[in-house]
RNA sequence: GGACUGGUAGUUCAGCUGGUUAGAAUGCUUCCCUGUCACGGAAGAGGUCGCGGGUUCGAAUCCCGUCCAGUCCGCCA
């Protein structure tokens, strides 16, 4: 070994050793006569001290280093004398009697500090530089405790950690696939999975019956802050279970990744409804940190001679607490904000409920103040709130205030950094009706089972499209401060069902059986009645440890927006010869 | 596919209601400095103002196009 110690171990209790620490130059303090030099590795940073006083040649040496020069040093632990408290290793320092330059190094692009000057394009560029930061670094070693309490959890309730192929096959619905040419059957391709969906539910035909992997997934489609063409998922499914079990086991593991990661005991996750979801938050991931709801109006506004709420299939608003104060400014900057095209609403109204107890509305010509107190009433409102109202379509409308709640939620500082408010939001529907291609889409995945009392509905009354009775699936998600971690469901394990959810989603006999014929074939020989769940590794990651839905510094080598690299700059274009041996030219 | 924001020194940004020599901070180089820890002080180097076109006597600044980056909508079962 090139060191005794590493830079982040050495305290006033090593005093007086001999030591060797190796590690990258921080930063040079030189005062013509002394020079400090910060040593960082990954586990700190020691300060090294060169004296002319005492070894002048040594002094003319480090005086010569660079930033990011790899050194290694050796000398004596010395206490300070003037000590630094704000670092572990504040109390001492190495007496340096012998350095070596293991690696030069240019100057880099940005300054490697907790606070960089660098923008991200740069960053990502130098990412490996970037790495070298005390935040992005903390954050790949946190990621690394999650993935270790994650395993130690699953080993200890007897999962078994299964591989599964990337080279498999493309299949319609879902994502858009990567896809891989084939060379040695040339005009086909294997397609990269969008998660190991089928092989885990062929795990449990095996008798695998705990099964889990933090396997990689490939999705071909836009990204975001929060999305990746290639992300991690922690992988789970078991066998002869019922939801309830899924999600106790579940909920398991996220507390216990919360108590190894972070010392925190998270109470029991409540359960909402993806009714009540949408209804109370106009979101299938409710930010429960905090109330705000949603209240519909349409039976205290309607009949008022106010067209636009008699026009409106559905008119909600959310009680914005103590912002009565609002200025005409505030509220038409609000009302911009709904009207942006991302939103969508047409207007805003708004009725304050002022502090002498009068109510003021923006539609006050049509109400008068016993009707506008009625509404008040519909939020309990106080003196001093404010109620903002949304009308429109009611899908629309409903997702517009989900957000407006979002945003006032924020501008309330009401989205506590520090707090993680846990759910289930459980009875998803199963199915959703697509008008463009008019047919129907699963909206989990075509594996995801109906709840019983829907099961007739499947053969005798899905060609009723669009109809008013929606079926429900044995479907989950996990879902922590509005950002869904995590969703599974109860699979389909009977091969009718599963054909006839094929035929319910649009595909003839001979799709079914050429894109889904393996899985159904494996359910001819004792498929076990099974479940399970996947949770977005990234995204867990990156709210258990900051708390945040920005997943790319959690990663150590992440695609920009249009998934490139900018560090290898791929994707890029390959040789005519490759091209020719697989077949594309 | 769409909306919005940005692109100026190595870096982060200011300048942008058109007008002398395009600034600041930081980094870099040199010098001074023996207890700093974001050390301090002095001097210096450093710019195709993303790219192309247009308007104008004159464009970093206005207009059009284009590329790149970021956030969001669509999309992501």
Not at 18 to 28: D, Q
Not at 250 to 268: S, T, Y
Not at 346 to 368: A, H, P, Q, W
Not at 507 to 535: S, V
Request: proline share 4%; hydrophobic share 35%; net charge neutral.
């Amino acid at each position: 070994m090139l060191r005794t110690n590493t830079c982040g171990e050495l305290t006033i209790k090593n005093v007086g050793q001999i030591v060797s620490l190796c590690g990258w130059l921080a930063r040079a303090r030189d005062f013509g006569g002394m020079t400090f030099i910060d040593l960082r590795d990954r586990y700190g940073i020691t300060q090294l001290v060169f004296n002319s006083e005492t070894n002048k040649e040594l002094y003319e040496q480090a005086k010569k280093l660079g930033r990011e020069f790899v050194i290694r040093a050796t000398g004596d632990v010395c206490e300070r004398s003037n000590k630094n408290l704000k670092i572990p290793s504040g109390e001492i320092e190495i007496i340096v009697n012998k350095l070596e330059i293991l690696n030069e190094s240019k100057t880099p692009p940005f300054t490697i500090e907790d606070e960089s000057d660098g923008g991200d394009e740069l960053r990502m560029k130098y990412r490996y530089l970037d790495l070298r930061r005390t935040s992005v670094k903390n954050n790949l070693l946190q990621r690394h405790k999650v993935g270790q309490a994650v395993r130690e959890y699953f080993d200890a309730n007897g999962f078994a950690d299964i591989e599964t192929p990337f080279l498999i096959k493309s299949t319609p619905e879902g994502a858009r696939d990567f896809v891989v040419p084939s060379r040695m059957s040339q005009g086909e391709f294997y397609a990269l999975p969008q998660s190991p969906q089928t092989f885990k539910q062929l795990l449990m035909v095996s008798g695998f019956d705990r099964y889990y992997q933090i396997v990689r997934c490939f999705r071909d489609e836009d990204l975001r802050a929060d999305r990746q063409p290639e992300f991690t998922q922690i992988d789970c499914e078991m066998s002869f279970v019922e939801q309830e079990d899924v999600l106790q086991m579940f909920e398991g593991m996220v507390k216990h990744i919360f108590k190894k990661v972070r010392n925190l005991d998270l109470p029991k996750f409540p359960r909402m409804t993806y009714a009540n979801a949408m209804k109370y938050y106009g979101v299938d991931k409710p930010d429960t940190r905090f109330e705000m709801k949603i209240s519909e109006l349409n039976d205290v506004v309607k009949g008022k001679n106010f067209k636009v709420y008699d026009d409106a299939e559905l008119i909600g608003g959310i009680c914005a607490k103590g912002c009565a104060e609002y200025t005409r400014k505030q509220l038409d900057k609000l009302t911009e904000w709904v009207k942006r095209p991302q939103i969508g609403a047409g207007g805003l109204g708004y009725i304050k409920y002022n502090s002498d107890g009068t109510l003021k509305s923006s539609f006050d010509k049509f109400f008068d103040e016993p009707s506008l107190k009625k509404i008040a009433e519909k939020f309990s409102a106080k003196q001093g709130d404010l109620i903002l109202i949304l009308a429109g379509a009611e899908t629309k409308t409903r997702k517009a205030l989900g957000e407006l709640r979002l945003e006032m939620g924020n501008k309330l500082g009401l989205r506590d950094k520090s707090r993680f408010e846990c759910l289930w939001v459980v009875d998803f529907p199963l199915l959703e009706w697509n008008e463009e291609e008019q047919r129907w889409f699963a909206m989990h995945h075509p594996f995801t089972s109906p709840k019983k009392e829907d099961i007739d509905w499947m053969y005798n009354g899905y060609t009723e499209k669009n109809s008013s009775h929606a079926p429900k699936a044995n479907a989950y998600d996990v879902v922590i401060n509005g950002v869904e971690v995590g969703g599974g469901s109860i699979r389909i394990h009977n091969k009718e069902l599963q054909q006839q959810m094929f035929k319910v989603l649009g595909l003839t006999k001979e799709e079914t059986e050429q894109k889904f014929g393996f899985i159904l074939n494996a359910f001819e020989f004792g498929a076990p009645p099974h479940g399970g769940i996947a949770f977005g590794f990234d995204r867990l990651c990156s709210m258990v440890i900051s708390n945040e839905d920005y997943i790319r510094d959690y990663i150590a080598f992440p695609k920009n927006n249009s998934g490139r690299d900018v560090m290898l700059d791929s994707p890029s274009p390959i040789d005519e010869k490759q091209k020719k041996e697989l077949g594309l030219k």
